[in-house]
């Protein structure tokens, strides 16, 4: 079965520690995304990959790193310089059909104590 | 920059008809989608309009007027899990013509 999977599911963090959310995709995907939803809201683009070995910031890169160091895989930083981490993330892909649809994963949910 | 309007919420019952509107400023455009997320899990792709006019997926239909910067998704036939929130998403000339979502309208079916 083809698709996208996130893990962990739920992730309890200590303000002051780093944390990475892990994104693989078998879709074979050039793209690649990782949003942040907060409650009611909706998803802001944190970064993006179009390729691998090069990705970009989105609208609200501070406090997030990420890697694209194959093309399955986009993992996602949350470093101690995020100062409201806590939301859901959403990763995403997409093939660059002419809807350019992106699929997404399951996501994470990250809690920060 | 670009940015989106939709409604926060949206009230149907069962069997009805529901419209959701958007409206959206961009600096260029690509085409506009819907996309469905229940409450907890990932949103899903609906429907893609690129051109004026309406396009029809079973109990779907999306419309856009480029002219009017304005689209809506449409529901017929209304059922209890169709309750969720639903997206609207531009895609245009910012940078990487990445999608840019709406903040979403939730609609709650009732019975």
């Known amino acids: 079965d083809g698709g996208i999977t996130q893990s962990p599911k739920y992730l309890f963090r200590k303000e002051g520690q780093n944390v990475t959310l892990s994104c693989e995709q078998n879709?074979?995907?050039?793209?690649m995304y990782w949003y942040r939803q907060d409650p009611g809201q909706g998803l802001r683009l944190i970064y993006y990959s179009q390729i691998v070995n090069d990705f970009q910031k989105g609208d609200i890169a501070e406090g997030y790193s990420v890697s694209r160091e194959k093309k399955e895989s986009f993992p996602l930083t949350v470093t101690s310089a995020q100062k409201n981490p806590t939301a859901f993330y959403l990763c995403?892909?997409?093939?660059?059909?002419?809807?350019?649809?992106?699929?997404f994963g399951p996501g994470t949910r990250l809690t920060v104590l | 920059g670009q940015s989106l309007e939709q409604p926060s919420e949206v009230t149907a019952v069962e069997g009805a008809i529901v419209q959701i509107n958007c409206t959206y400023q961009t600096s260029g455009f690509y085409g506009l989608s819907w996309y469905q997320q229940h409450d907890g899990g990932a949103p899903t792709f609906l429907s893609y309009?690129?051109?004026?006019g309406l396009e029809e997926t079973g109990r779907f239909s999306s419309f856009l007027s480029r002219s009017d910067s304005y689209g809506y998704l449409l529901l017929q036939e209304l059922q209890m899990k169709d309750s969720a929130s639903y997206f609207c998403?531009?895609?245009?000339?910012?940078?990487?013509?990445?999608?840019?979502f709406g903040g979403g309208t939730r609609l709650m079916v009732k019975p």
């Open positions: 879709l074979n995907h050039d793209a």
């Open positions: 995403a892909s997409s093939g660059g059909d002419w809807t350019d649809t992106q699929y």
């Open positions: 998403a531009v895609r245009g000339s910012n940078a990487g013509n990445m999608l840019t």
């Open positions: 309009n690129a051109l004026d």
